[in-house]
């Protein structure tokens, strides 16, 4: 065994990277941001040409829209948002899985945009978190990617290792009766 093995070696240089925790499963986190897409008017449209080969939302790693909340991180909602839609949204929002995010992609879904209509919600932002709103009617799909990068710098500082402690401190607290029992069944008497 030589020394050199212990000591610096410039032929490696280059394949060792230091780093914390935190800072290298936020950089995992931003580049694998997975879509749900919630295409509800003609916002979708500029929404699935971001993922066309001209726009390639795949630098981002961001290609793979699933249509399944449980699979998701961010809901890119795009288009009109009605009342009669609302509550699906929001349905489909919670059953995302933490951590989550929101886009707001272009003027309706941010605020109604024309459609002052008692049909229409005024910005879904009453109804579920928004992170990053998207201007335009409707946005170009750079407009969205460039959303999408401010996302990524949101995510990348969050801090990922005292959330998972505080997550896993409140899974393996104990249990307090919080419950309450209504309509407790009488006992049955026999004659
Ligand atoms: S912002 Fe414009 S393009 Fe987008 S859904 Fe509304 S009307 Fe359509």
Redesign the pocket.
């Known amino acids: 065994m030589t020394t050199t093995e212990f000591g610096y070696n410039s032929k490696i240089e280059g394949d060792v990277v230091f780093t914390q925790l935190d800072a290298a499963l936020a950089w995992f986190r931003e580049n694998s941001l997975w879509p749900m897409p919630m295409g509800l008017?003609?916002?979708a449209i500029e929404l699935m040409a971001s993922g066309a080969s001209r726009f390639d939302i795949a630098r981002f790693g961001s290609e793979v829209m699933r249509f399944s909340p449980r699979q998701s991180d961010v809901m890119i909602v795009a288009?009109?948002v009605t009342y009669k839609m609302a509550g699906a949204l929001k349905r489909i929002y919670d059953q995302m899985a933490e951590p989550k995010w929101v886009i707001a992609m272009?003027?309706?879904a941010s605020t109604g945009?024309?459609y002052r209509s008692y049909a229409v919600l005024q910005g879904v932002d009453s109804i579920v978190p928004v992170d990053v709103y998207i201007a335009g009617?409707?946005p170009r799909p750079e407009a969205l990617l460039d959303g999408l990068m401010k996302l990524q710098k949101k995510v990348s500082r969050q801090p990922v290792v005292k959330d998972l402690m505080i997550t896993s401190a409140l899974r393996g607290a104990p249990k307090t009766p919080t419950g309450v029992v209504v309509g407790q069944a009488p006992a049955v008497t026999h004659a």
């Open positions: 008017a003609c916002c288009g009109t272009g003027a309706c945009g024309m009617c409707p």
